[in-house]
């Protein structure tokens, strides 16, 4: 096991930049979440730090030991891909022994770690198949058990998971991260499914156009996002992103929008007075759907006013989308909730729990300033 650190990495093709100087350290077994929509580069630093890539600039370090220009076969790391990458001609045996016999391992030595690999994965009847005689999810189990036969440093998994069913994803997420409680090796996964980031990871790290936009526990990401643009990635719904200004009015600072004014209260919203100072003018109002309360327009009662425009019932929730001016804002309720379309109805929500973002994007939190 051995704890990874990437400082300032980089990686250009051409003229696109697909990793823009991410700092990053995962610690001795960790396990990490690269999350992002495709094309954000984190399949690209996987094969960085693999060394199936070589950095425009930057350092990549394994165990305290600098790899930039180490050949990826002595950099003990195994990587899973998102094909399997299993030889169709060869055995289940012969696939997982594969790297172990390039490594020129004595016989029994790499029958003997063979079968132990299988049996942590639980495919031993399956060391005489071709992959071609296999389903989806044995195939991926060969591919983790040719991974940890090498007993790696680092475990480096791209998305491992994509090309299996629901149900089957479900278990197999399941089965992997009891495998890592097992083996406890640090591992980097990278994915652009936000409930195996949710569920998987031990801290997420969040990335846009090559740029690391967060990075944290997935409660913390989840409930108090650095950007406009996590705010949004994380969960489904996303969180309700309303444009106003922030503004001073008789000493008090406000945001206000078509038909609406929210009172800031620095010390509820975790906002510094210079904070808000500083980011007076446009600014964006974000809330999570679970965190709007919906009321009757005739109540007396401040709020959002807006029109509901849809219902989805979803079993366990009700969405409900209410227009508010040019947004279209969901709300999360009880599946029996007495809301239908076309009422004029009130939002009303905790401060405590919204955020408000700068021009930049950015959350004006002080935890972020």
Avoid at 76 to 98: C, E, I, R, S
Avoid at 231 to 253: C, K
Avoid at 305 to 321: H, I, K, N, R, T
Avoid at 332 to 344: G, H, L, Q, T
Wanted: include cysteine; charge should be negative; charged fraction near 20%.
């Amino acid at each position: 096991m051995a704890e990874v650190i990437l400082r300032q990495l980089t990686k250009q093709f051409g003229q696109v930049t697909a990793v823009d100087e991410v700092s990053l350290k995962i610690p001795d077994g960790e396990f990490l979440v690269l999350l992002g929509p495709s094309g954000c580069g984190k399949s690209t630093i996987l094969r960085l730090i693999s060394g199936l890539e070589d950095a425009t600039s930057g350092e990549i370090a394994i165990g305290g030991e600098l790899v930039n220009f180490t050949d990826p076969t002595e950099r003990n790391v195994a990587m899973v891909f998102q094909n399997y990458a299993l030889y169709p001609h060869m055995t289940v045996f012969k696939n997982v022994a594969f790297p172990l016999e390039t490594a020129k391992l004595g016989r029994s030595a790499v029958k003997e770690a063979v079968e132990r690999a299988a049996k942590i994965l639980e495919i031993t009847e399956l060391l005489d198949r071709h992959p071609e005689q296999l389903s989806g999810g044995q195939r991926q189990r060969v591919a983790l058990a040719r991974a940890i036969v090498r007993e790696p440093l680092v475990f480096l998994m791209d998305e491992p998971l994509s090309n299996l069913d629901a149900q089957l994803r479900l278990q197999t997420r399941l089965e992997l991260m009891a495998l890592h409680q097992r083996l406890g090796i640090t591992t980097i996964y990278v994915t652009h499914d936000q409930v195996e980031a949710m569920t998987m990871g031990r801290r997420i790290a969040v990335m846009q156009s090559g740029r690391l936009q967060q990075v944290g526990a997935p409660v913390d990401v989840y409930h108090t996002p650095a950007t406009t643009f996590v705010a949004t990635f994380m969960g489904a719904p996303p969180m309700n992103l309303v444009t106003g200004d922030i503004r001073a009015e008789n000493g008090r600072w406000q945001f206000a929008t078509k038909g609406y004014t929210l009172d800031i209260e620095p010390s509820v919203m975790q906002i510094d007075a210079s904070t808000l100072q500083e980011s007076a003018g446009p600014a964006t109002l974000g809330v999570r759907p679970e965190h709007f309360s919906l009321l009757s327009a005739t109540a007396d009662a401040d709020g959002i006013p807006g029109v509901v425009q849809f219902l989805e019932p979803v079993g366990s929730d009700l969405f409900v989308a209410v227009r508010v001016g040019e947004h279209l804002v969901q709300v999360r309720m009880p599946p029996d909730a007495a809301v239908s379309e076309d009422d004029n109805v009130r939002l009303i929500f905790d401060p405590a729990k919204s955020h408000i973002f700068g021009s930049d994007d950015r959350n004006l939190r002080a935890v972020f300033n």
